[in-house]
């Protein structure tokens, strides 16, 4: 694989996940880990309605540590620490998706199920009472949206690196297989 700090060094730059987002990230950490169980729950659910996902957990316990794995992994992502314990991370989880077929589609789809719970908790959390009652205006609840827009940008920039280094790998490995095949 061709993967080096430098090549994240400048996917970090190219989106925008610098200082200040990595803060915003931190600052999600406590309501992600609040709203995390609940996202996993509804797309491990889903996974256990789709025949096409499925069939990559072997039993009720199998999906649970795949559960337990994936939170851990949300944590490190809202911590905002992208460096080698992170990147060896999404290389392992890479080269387990393409190892077991598991097509991105569903890689993909399971991110936004489990995003929309997590900006749906991050919004619910910041917007008080008032602002969803009667709607944002100015003075405060700007600077509320303000924060929580750097919060939710940060969140979603965070998800899709981790997509697209995962799928990155995934592809790697796929081209690796085919030149092995080939020779």
Request: net charge neutral.
């Amino acid at each position: 694989m061709h993967r080096n700090a430098d090549a994240l060094s400048a996917r970090l730059d190219f989106i925008g996940l610098d200082q200040p987002a990595r803060e915003s990230l931190r600052g999600i950490a406590p309501i992600i880990r609040d709203a995390l169980d609940g996202a996993l729950d509804r797309f491990y659910d889903k996974v256990r309605q789709t025949p096409e996902t499925v069939r990559f957990f072997s039993s009720p316990d199998h999906m649970r540590a795949g559960k337990a794995r994936q939170d851990g992994h949300w944590q490190s992502i809202v911590s905002g620490d992208f460096g080698p314990a992170y990147e060896k991370n999404v290389k392992a989880i890479g080269s387990v998706h393409a190892r077991i077929g598991l097509e991105p589609r569903w890689y993909i789809g399971g991110y936004a199920l489990i995003l929309e719970e997590l900006i749906t908790a991050i919004v619910m959390k910041r917007c008080t009472k008032k602002s969803r009652r009667f709607g944002f205006g100015t003075g405060r609840e700007t600077t509320d949206l303000e924060g929580m827009a750097s919060e939710l940008t940060a969140l979603v920039k965070a998800a899709m690196l981790d997509m697209d280094l995962s799928i990155s790998i995934y592809l790697d490995n796929l081209e690796a297989a085919r030149l092995a095949a080939e020779a």
